[in-house]
């Protein structure tokens, strides 16, 4: 049975970086796409960056990019998403999610798919 598990959120300032990891068990790694969603307090799940099974292409939603970067180690079988220049509207619940694909209409991960537990991010002065 798949396993991912987040760490590394925490509490940080505005303007202040962290770096989350996604460690995976339990299934073949590199045969997956990796993303990183979010949900903030009242809000939906929001698709935040996904990269590619060999870790040759990243996406990210608008609001991010430039600040944030995934990053994947197949070796290691982990993912990470390190966020820079943080704001509070990046406070939110980040949840590791491994895929076969991403409709495109939904942002939702489509087939076999995989889903960690969450780590909270809040960004506050």
């Known amino acids: 049975q798949g396993q991912l598990v987040e760490s590394g959120g925490g509490l940080v300032q505005p303007g202040g970086s962290l770096r989350l990891s996604c460690a995976a068990s339990?299934?073949?790694?590199?045969?997956?796409?990796m993303s990183w969603y979010r949900q903030a307090p009242g809000k939906e799940r929001e698709l935040v960056a996904t990269?590619?099974?060999?870790?040759?292409?990243?996406t990210y939603v608008d609001s991010v990019k430039g600040r944030f970067t995934i990053s994947r180690d197949n070796a290691k079988n982990t993912a990470y998403l390190q966020m820079n220049s943080l704001k509070p509207e990046d406070t939110a619940v980040y949840y590791c999610?491994?895929?076969?694909?991403?409709?495109?209409?939904?942002?939702?991960?489509?087939?076999?798919?995989?889903w960690g537990k969450g780590t909270l991010v809040t960004v506050s002065s």
């Open positions: 990269v590619t099974e060999a870790g040759g292409t990243t």
């Open positions: 339990g299934f073949t790694f590199s045969r997956y796409a």
């Open positions: 999610n491994a895929n076969q694909g991403i409709t495109s209409a939904t942002q939702l991960p489509y087939g076999m798919q995989f």
